[in-house]
């Protein structure tokens, strides 16, 4: 009988060990997962179709983002090279209420908070969600090595010398679908600071400067172009497009993105008003 009390506890020893590692093994898992941060590369290669299963061709699926109406979403986040599912933007206006600074209007109860604007809603909403993926290619707070080039136009371009302003670039080129949805998100960021001559916009096109005007013609870009810009994106080891990095008024990396995401514009505007301070 005590010799089969002593298996059983040895048994039990053992289970309990078993069970331990196994939480260990999960706990190291799940940390990493909370770090890890994924970057997806979009281009004519990749696999896209719709939530039945249905395959889009290059062109089908490049033609629907063009409308705007649409957003890629990842199949699968774990795996860099994922397929990606094509869905409608949802049209539904997100309302917010303010229960804080809300004040009651005539003949509204004292306690009926009062409904946001639009413009409030939409603040409070882009606020709400994860901040924009990171790039790998930069570290915040980091001072980015400065690069000397011409833009489009002939102008010289030294990003030592801009020191003393806000630094807002991004690295895109045409045949991008991502680069092309951001597009007018980012000429609104432009008209929002025009009047400022603290903040500079410049966009490193890996694109030629035939093609970069042929394709201005038909597309409105307000940041400087900075044409034939591979080798200045190659530097900074980039390989995703689009990238976008805002520097402070020390040089420094203030916030960095890659891809496109719907708060994107909000996080910008955060991040220059801050370095504008």
Not at 16 to 39: C, E, G, T, Y
Not at 169 to 185: S, T, V, Y
Request: aromatic share 12%.
């Amino acid at each position: 009988m005590k010799l089969i009390l002593n298996h059983i506890m040895k048994y039990f020893t053992l289970l309990l060990f078993l069970i331990a590692l196994s939480f260990n093994s999960w706990a190291q898992d799940s940390l990493l997962h909370k770090v890890v941060k994924r970057s997806f590369n979009i281009d004519n290669h990749s696999v896209v179709k719709d939530s039945t299963g249905k395959l889009f061709t290059y062109k089908e699926w490049s033609d629907l983002m063009r409308t705007r109406k649409y957003v890629l979403w990842p199949e699968n986040m774990e795996d860099a090279n994922t397929a990606f599912i094509l869905k409608k933007k949802d049209t539904r206006q997100v309302q917010y209420i303010n229960s804080e600074t809300a004040a009651p209007s005539a003949g509204t109860p004292a306690n009926t908070p009062k409904q946001l604007s639009p413009e409030e809603a939409k603040e409070q909403y882009m606020a709400s969600l994860p901040k924009p993926y990171e790039s790998s290619y930069f570290n915040t707070g980091e001072v980015m090595e400065p690069f000397s080039t011409h833009d489009i136009n002939g102008n010289k371009i030294k990003l030592k010398d801009l020191r003393g302003k806000v630094v807002v670039l991004n690295f895109w080129f045409i045949g991008c679908p991502a680069c092309m949805q951001e597009i007018p998100e980012l000429n609104k960021l432009v008209d929002d600071y025009k009047n400022n001559t603290n903040v500079v916009f410049l966009a490193i096109a890996l694109d030629d400067r035939y093609d970069l005007k042929k394709f201005l013609k038909q597309t409105e870009f307000k940041y400087d172009i900075i044409d034939d810009g591979r080798y200045i994106a190659s530097g900074y080891k980039i390989g995703l497009y689009p990238t976008s990095v805002i520097l402070d008024k020390e040089g420094k990396v203030a916030f960095h993105t890659v891809g496109f995401a719907v708060n994107s514009p909000y996080w910008m505007r955060k991040t220059i008003n801050e370095g504008l301070k």
